[in-house]
């Protein structure tokens, strides 16, 4: 079985900016989790390139709507390759395939009954790309999220008969895994309940979007056209672009992971598509969060949008994945500050993790011939490092599985925190000084550097990079989350204390981890 994730398909309106960042790169600890869990994962990303808001930033921008599309997908592409994010897929959704997957799907979806025509009559949010729900009849109504005017709409449309999907679409909802975290799930109910109304999936006049076949002067309407790139995005590179085909290659998605702007379309609109054209459903959509800057809400208007490759550039890519993942609980909203994101990653990636690997490997290269001390009692799963390291690695397996990517962060530094505790109370270096004790030092050590050896082996997923400098000091060998499923446990067993080789040479040590010094804010 394929676990297949996706984030959402980008619009490209724009260069990407820190809240595309958060999601992909949430998405990717993911991944690599699963990967090294041994599923067989294909994670998706890519970019939604039709619709008016698509074509009106190429005209503004005096491009074709295709050049425009064309440079801001590269700079996603280039982005995610500098991030290192491990997508097996980034769709477009200019795709020429995704045009035939499209068409392929809305046969399936006309030949049930559930498209008629109808007119449309509304307040239409070209950055939403949205009719709005009666926006309390204002005279000139704005969308609530982007505080721009509406645009009244009223034209004749193909529409989908979403309200033949009421109860099915209410039995999904409250089925308890489907939309995540819980919290989410009463805003898409309390819209359920309100009874689904048709909606329409195709406009005319707008010639950026796919056609519609057999309905001249329609493309369709960009969410259902975006939504099906999830499933172009399964078919291989040299597959035809066939429906049944995609399908095979790893649906339905284990989860959709989007920001809470977009729930209904994926816990609503999706699966009565899905319904409608008789396919299998996801098995799950997390809704995840916002952030904002230092309290207010990131935006060019307010001058404060964080740019992901200036922050990669400055900051790293370790800081910034464990500000985003530790910090903030994904699914509530989080607020980026510059100090609290300094203060964390030197606090515990320089000092808490980077200090306690530093010191002990020190220590252990030097008094014991520039390897792993021999260990007498420290390989007991009693010794207390070693109940720290089985807390630590069921509450980091827990919290990946169900993106809790905090509780799993704060529980892998928890045993580095242990680590560097038992460091102190046992102060080998004290010991070291006195006749008899080598021993016990070499025990004391052994189990110091064995807990870093696991916590490294349990940030891998949240910071690949970090953890391959770890284990790299630790003269260990590195599992690849990044391209295939690793064989079958193997990350799992590794994970099982007492796997440390005494005798085996320890490398040099240098500093795993640089401090943060910004001078400048952000
Ligand atoms: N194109 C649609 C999605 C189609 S999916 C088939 C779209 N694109 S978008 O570019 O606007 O991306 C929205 C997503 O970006 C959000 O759902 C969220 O994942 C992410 N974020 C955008 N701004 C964000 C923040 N300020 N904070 C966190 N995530 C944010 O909607």
Redesign the pocket.
Known sequence: MTYTLT?????VNDKP????A??TLACDALARFQRLKGEQVLFITGC?EHGQKIQRTAEAAGLSPQAHCDGVSAQYRELWDRWQISNNRLIRTTDPRHRQIVEQFFARVEASGDIVEGRQQGWYCVACEEFKDDPHEAKDPECPTHKRPLEWRDEVNLFFRLSRYQEQIEALIAQPGFIQPASRRNEVENFVKQGLRDFSISRVNLPWGIPVPGHEGHTFYV?FD??L??ITALLEEGDAPDLETALSRGWPAAVHV?????LR?HAVYWPAMLLSAGLPLPAKVFG?????REGQK?GKSLGNVLDPADLLERCGRDAVRWYLLRDIPFGDDGDFQQQRFSDLVNNDLANTIGNMLNRTSSMARRWFDNAVPPASTATGSDHPLAQAAAQARTTVLQGLEQLEFRSAAEAALQLAIAANGFLNEQAPWSRMKQEGTRDQVADDLYAVLEAARITALLMAPLLPDLSERMLLQLGQSIPDSSATAQPDGAWLTQLEWGALQSGAPLPEPSPVMARLELSEPL
């Open positions: 984030t959402p398909l980008y619009y900016h820190l809240g595309s958060y999601t939604d969410w975006a939504l790139g999830y989007i920001g809470k702007d977009i379309f995840h969060g916002f952030l904002t990131m």
